[in-house]
């Protein structure tokens, strides 16, 4: 009788336990996971004020560019506004072809990154600079060495001269607001930097959660002239204009550096056209994903290890009935077909392949396996006791008792490393 | 002499086997981990000299690019005419329109005539300057018109640090003139290491023989943030990972160095290449930086791998021996051992286990337990 009542205490204890783990599980607060930002001090003129104290020329220009008119409607894009015109600019060719197109990517606000749908939204200043001999005047036209256009005066001026016609293929929407300046030098040097703020597409590689590197990357591609009449490049000035603004930041990211990437597309017979992706890498901050997350994953690996942990080998087989601790290891199953259902939910990024998470997940199952595989054989069943005598089904129970929780610590620990390697 | 303790097999037994497999187990996971560092080890140092051959590769393509042209250009009756008649207005407007050219599409920085020994005859770059004998620091033209054979390399002139290719004049009798020289920028160089092989490229200039030479440089080269020890950080292909991976010491090196450096949270291989002007001596150095992030996250997940091996191959062998030594043996031992002294102190009334709770050995010990417990209860 008295063993009967410890069981039933067990069982309680046991089926507390795991009323816990499952509420918690089910309402833990999750983090959402599109990082947005909040309030308006980090706004965009906020953020091009701040940008002017940077010293270097990029961000004094962008800096100058938030004091400047802006332009109401949305310009059409560079190649839209050349076709409209009344005579179509025509490509230059006073210094040969291909027109080189040196291309440089700004960050100067970095709004969010939702790492689920692969989306982050951002304020760039896209710089292009290429020459046209016809555009070329006396130096002593230009005081400050070059001429400067705003707004709308840019954009009238614009839509008569030729502009290559560069499309941000992985821009998903833009916001209202696009500012754009022109300078056009003595010698026919044309730059044109175009301010706006728009949402992108990016591919989200989640293997190495939460230790994981994303990038953020603008996809430019030269649309309809091939790599024979213009290609897109870039120099040390261009690389050196290519970064993010030490303002920028966003919510569970550390921001890092800009890489451009040159490339080539192929096309029709033959055709070939230029590509520059610019890449800004951000690293998450591992903290963000401790939690939510990975707490209640470690925390459930012990439901198995309990079910082994509170029984005891007696000279007749085991003290507690395997059904009670089957009964814990089945419970133990749907909390963490709950944890995985709210994870999932939530972190849409990790749902899907291998990365630490879902390995977790994995070592869960085959924990919660091993341990009804061993409720079943060797409490229920004796089989140890039945194939080797009760000394080894002794040992052997012994064993388990430290063996489980090590193998399963060491493999979590493991995931967690190479996570971070 | 007194009696010596008895080993307790019980304790000594299982410790000596299960220390021995983990010893055995660690010393071979540290043997799988010291061979993948050698492997990542041999895998970087090829990194480094792949780094370095394509240095030498794209630099010997450079050198001959600017020789080539200079024998082309040469070779124009036009030209060739023109520097004999020492007509200096008909030499540059021969060639003028072509140096534009070469200047914006290919990054030519110089062109220049010599008379022999080595006195300029005519800059394209800067027709309005001449006359000035370069014999003093221009070993490379002083080479040239001497030996009368083409000569190609490195060397810091008044336009800076360029790539040289340069070719002797003759006349039409044979008789040596003079020279003309082609010098191709180095920037055009280091972005095409960076563009084919994405190696970030940087060269850094001797500081000194900058100011004293180069004296027509242009632009913001010649300030504090591009120093770098005794050198100016002429050119970079990445300058903020230059400044960054590439420091005052490391910078200070008289034969090619190698190492890695972490800068925002990447891994860098950074390769360090003296570079020398014709005459051998070294008037700079060259940086080339690859990503090594990939290479050592792979390392580290092998080791990762590894030592979770070995801890399942410890547990697992521990497991195997104490349950085999103190189930099988151990345990049935122990508890036999308790009846008999319970018999010898007259007590039969404890049975033994079943006979197959035993192994095979342990069986005939209990068999003659009950044997003698048999005897005793009769008596």
């Known amino acids: 009788m008295k063993r009967r009542r410890s069981s039933g205490a067990r069982t309680l204890a046991a089926v507390v336990v795991m009323m816990v783990f499952g509420l918690a ?85 970095l709004k969010s990154f939702d790492d689920t749908k692969g989306e982050f939204e951002c304020t760039t200043d896209l710089r292009f600079r290429w020459q046209d001999l016809r555009l070329a005047y006396p130096a002593s036209e230009a005081y400050r060495g070059y001429k400067e256009l705003r707004g709308k005066d840019a954009e009238e001026l614009l839509a008569k001269m030729w502009v290559p016609n560069v499309e941000v293929v992985n821009r998903l929407e833009s916001g209202s607001y696009v500012g754009r300046r022109l300078r056009i030098f003595p010698d026919g040097r044309v730059e044109t930097i175009t301010r706006q703020t728009a949402k992108y597409k990016t591919s989200v590689d989640a293997k ?92 459930s690996l012990l439901i198995p290890l309990l079910a082994i942990w509170m029984n005891k080998a007696t000279e007749d087989g085991f003290e507690v009935e ?57 409490f229920r069943y004796n089989l140890m006791q039945r194939w080797f005598g009760r000394y080894v089904h002794e040992q052997v129970f012994k064993w388990i008792a430290w063996a489980m929780p090590v193998l399963t610590l060491g493999t979590s620990i493991a995931f967690l490393m190479v996570a971070a390697a | 002499m007194g009696k010596r303790p008895a080993v307790k097999f019980r304790r000594r037994a299982p410790a000596i086997l299960v220390f021995s497999s983990i010893l055995v187990i660690l010393s071979l996971t540290a043997i799988a981990n010291f061979l993948t560092m050698r492997m990542l080890e041999s895998s970087k140092a090829a990194n480094f000299k792949l780094m370095r051959d394509v240095l030498a590769s794209i630099l010997k393509s ?25 007509d200096r207005a008909k030499l540059l407007s021969e060639t003028e329109a072509m140096f534009k050219e070469q200047d914006e599409k290919y990054g030519l920085q110089s062109a220049q005539f010599h008379l022999a020994p080595g006195i300029s005859f005519l800059r394209l770059h800067k027709p309005e300057a001449f006359g000035d004998d370069q014999t003093s620091y221009r070993p490379m033209l002083v080479d040239v018109n001497t030996t009368h054979a083409v000569r190609k390399g490195v060397a810091i002139t008044k336009s800076g640090p360029q ?145 979770l091996a070995a801890l399942f191959g410890i547990v697992f062998l521990s497991g195997m021996l104490l349950v085999v030594l103190r189930g099988l043996l151990i345990a049935p031992l122990a508890a036999l051992n308790e009846k008999y002294a319970a018999l010898a102190n007259g007590d039969a009334s404890q049975p033994a286990d079943p006979t197959d709770t035993y192994v095979e050995e342990l069986q005939a010990l209990a068999e003659n337990y009950e044997k003698l417990r048999a005897e005793k209860s009769r008596s």
Request: aromatic share 8%.
């Open chain 1, 25 to 109: 599980m089910v309402f833990f607060p999750m983090k959402t996971r599109a990082v947005g930002k909040e309030g308006a001090a980090k706004g965009f003129g906020k953020a091009a004020a701040s940008a002017s104290h940077s010293s270097s020329a990029s961000a004094s220009a962008a800096a100058s560019l938030s004091a400047a008119p802006i332009a109401p409607p949305p310009p059409a894009p560079a190649s839209a506004s050349a076709a409209g015109s009344a005579e179509a600019p025509t490509i230059p060719t006073g210094k040969g072809l291909p027109v080189v197109v040196g291309v440089g990517v700004f960050f100067l606000e």
């Open chain 1, 208 to 299: 190495r959660f939460p230790f994981d590197r994303q990038y953020l990357v603008l996809d430019l591609l030269v649309r309809e002239d091939t790599t024979d009449e213009v290609v897109l490049q870039f120099d040390k000035n261009d690389v050196a204009f290519s970064r993010v603004a030490k303002i920028a930041t966003l919510d569970g990211w550390k921001p890092g550096l800009v890489d451009l990437d040159g490339d080539i597309i192929p096309g029709w017979n033959g055709d070939r056209y230029s590509r520059v992706t610019a890449s800004l890498f951000i690293d998450r901050q591992a903290s963000t994903g401790l939690a939510p997350i990975f707490i209640p994953l470690v925390a």
């Open chain 1, 322 to 378: 395997a059904f009670e601790l089957a009964n814990m290891g089945i419970g133990g199953l749907f909390s963490v077909i709950a944890l995985s259902f709210a994870i999932y939910t939530s972190y849409g990024v990790i749902a899907g392949g291998d990365n630490t998470v879902t390995r977790l997940f994995g070592l869960n199952y085959a924990t919660l396996a091993l341990s009804l595989a061993i409720v079943v054989m060797l």
């Open chain 2, 62 to 86: 450079t050198e001959d690019k600017a020789l080539s042209r200079a024998e082309v250009v040469e070779a124009i009756p036009a030209v060739h005419n023109a520097f004999l008649a020492k």
């Open chain 2, 163 to 307: 790539v040289y290719g340069i070719v002797p004049i003759t006349d039409d009798a044979g008789k040596h003139v003079g020279s003309f020289e082609m010098g191709l920028e180095l920037e055009p160089m280091l972005n095409k290491i960076k563009e084919a092989y994405n190696i970030e490229a940087t060269a850094f200039i001797d500081e000194k023989m900058l100011t004293d030479i180069a004296t027509d440089l242009k632009g913001d080269i010649m300030s504090p943030k591009n120093r770098v020890g005794r050198y100016i950080r002429f050119h970079a292909t990445h300058p903020e990972v230059a400044a960054a991976l590439v420091a005052d010491k490391d910078v200070e090196i008289v034969e090619p160095s190698s190492y890695e450096r972490t800068f925002a949270g990447t891994s860098w291989g950074v390769q360090l290449v003296p570079m020398y002007n014709y005459a051998g001596k070294q008037i700079g150095v060259y940086a080339l930086a690859q990503n090594l992030a990939d290479a050592n996250a792979s390392a580290n997940r092998a080791r990762v791998w590894q030592m």
